[in-house]
């Protein structure tokens, strides 16, 4: 598939997405929402997937100027039917992946940005990058999942604070937070993103894919949902030929071979 909004690259088992709007700051319109679910319907034998954005910046938010039914400025409903039926879908299919999603925060990333960035299992931002739910400041709310998203990292009083007070918050202080994996030197982000994606793009992709269920049911379920789905998922990992192949390199005192399968 050709895409117009992102750019989509694919190294052996790694796919990266970047957001290619540089000029907007990778301000999203319902197009590269679109898009972005497209890439992940499309992934084909990846086994990670990298996201972030060309430029100086990953993701300013939704654009506002974009045309067509999305357009918040177009009409009142205009919002609501760009989240239903472009951005809620693209953020859910991050969300269920079944392979790691890694996304590499170099610039601002705000509102659907912020909820994109931190749909990733493992968030690196550079240092000059920030998060942030600015909605409060045009009299709106957060979406694309920050509320859930924001709630669940960082707990009540934090995801308040980003919300209602629309504050930016550093990489630094995200990291120190526990809303991102690592804030590195802006330099040294891409190589260091994409080194870690390829260390999970060579893993257990199957035990993988279980833990993000596993993880998934633990945010929302009780203790005894997640026992049974970590029987369950033990059951099906224990059966992947990754499995066999970490059994026998650890009898054998050697490095294992994965192969995603």
């Known amino acids: 598939m050709s895409y117009e909004t992102i750019l989509v690259e694919k190294d052996g088992p790694l796919t990266t997405i970047t957001l ?24 084909g034998d990846s086994r990670a997937v990298l996201i972030t954005g060309a430029g100086k910046g990953f993701c300013s938010g939704a654009d506002l100027a974009a045309r067509g039914e999305g357009s918040a400025l177009q009409n009142k409903g205009g919002s609501h039917r760009a989240l239903q039926n472009h951005y ?15 996304c590499a925060v170099n610039g601002p990333a705000a509102g659907v940005g912020c909820s994109l960035a931190l749909a990733g299992d493992f968030v690196l931002a550079g240092k000059s990058a920030y998060f942030l739910q600015a ?25 308040t604070r980003m919300m209602m007070l629309g504050e930016k918050i550093g990489a630094e202080q995200a990291e120190d937070w526990g809303l991102i994996y690592k804030a590195v030197d802006d330099d040294a982000l891409l190589a260091e993103a994409k080194a870690l994606a390829q260390k999970l793009a060579n ?12 993880i998934a049911t633990a945010l929302d379920g ?20 990754d499995a066999t192949e970490g059994g026998m390199a650890f009898l054998q005192k050697r490095k294992p071979e994965f192969k995603g399968e």
């Open 203 to 214: 893993g257990p992709t199957v035990a993988y894919a279980t833990m993000k269920r596993n």
């Open 88 to 102: 809620n879908p693209a953020i859910n299919q991050v969300l269920r992946a079944d392979v790691p999603v890694i």
């Open 20 to 43: 290619n709007r540089p000029d907007r700051l990778n301000a999203m319109p319902p197009q590269m929402a679109d898009e972005i679910g497209a890439a992940f319907y499309d992934l």
């Open 222 to 241: 009780d203790l005894t949902q997640v026992l049974l789905a970590e029987a369950e998922g033990q059951r099906t990992a224990g059966a992947s030929k």
């Open 135 to 159: 909605f409060v400041n045009i009299g709106l709310v957060p979406d694309g999942g920050s509320t859930w998203l924001l709630s669940r990292a960082i707990g009540r009083a934090r995801a």
